[in-house]
């Protein structure tokens, strides 16, 4: 089962691996993103990134949703990690069942602004997550498991 999507323009790193692994008790992280799917430096970086005892699973954008679609019926606990907003309403526009969306971290980059210490929106990003709101989705501010979850909704 999906426990949670994640969007984090790290990918992953330790706050995913050691943090979120355990809380959730995962035995897979899957990675939806184009360039990492095609690179295999980056490949092998995410590899060396990751807990032991989980599987990675890293495929572009066009090609997850038989992957994400067995990642739903599973009985292992899954998290799905994507680089950006773009990449996660995709994915929420595909599969209606999922309903948490956690901002992990957006660094700053050219016209966006400072929503936390470690997350920064443009424009676009906001639009993606004013209508993830309207579909009911939650969106949760929040880096590790431990940190109070904060809902976007008090930022935008």
């Keep these: 089962m999906i426990r949670l999507v994640r969007v984090d323009d790290r990918l992953l790193h330790g706050q995913v691996s050691f943090y979120w692994t355990e809380y959730l008790n995962l035995s897979e992280i899957i990675i939806v993103n184009n360039e990492a799917s ?5 490949k092998m970086i995410l590899d060396l990134a990751k807990p032991k005892d989980v599987k990675l699973t890293i495929v572009p954008i066009d090609n997850c949703k038989s992957i994400l679609n067995q990642a739903l019926k599973s009985m292992d ?6 680089s950006n907003l773009i990449d996660a309403k995709i994915i929420f526009d595909s599969f209606s069942l999922l309903k948490i969306c956690n901002l992990g971290g957006l660094r700053n980059r050219p016209g966006a602004i400072q929503v936390s210490e470690y ?3 443009t424009c676009e990003d906001t639009a993606v997550i004013r209508e993830l709101m309207q579909r009911e989705i939650e969106m949760q501010i929040c880096k590790s498991p431990y940190d109070t ?3 976007i909704r008090e930022y935008i």
């Excluded at 606990?77 to 994507?82: E, K, M, Q, T």
């Design 149 to 151: 979850r904060i809902n």
């Design 77 to 82: 606990n899954i998290i799905v990690i994507v």
């Design 119 to 121: 997350l920064y929106l």
């Design 38 to 42: 095609e690179d295999d430096f980056t």
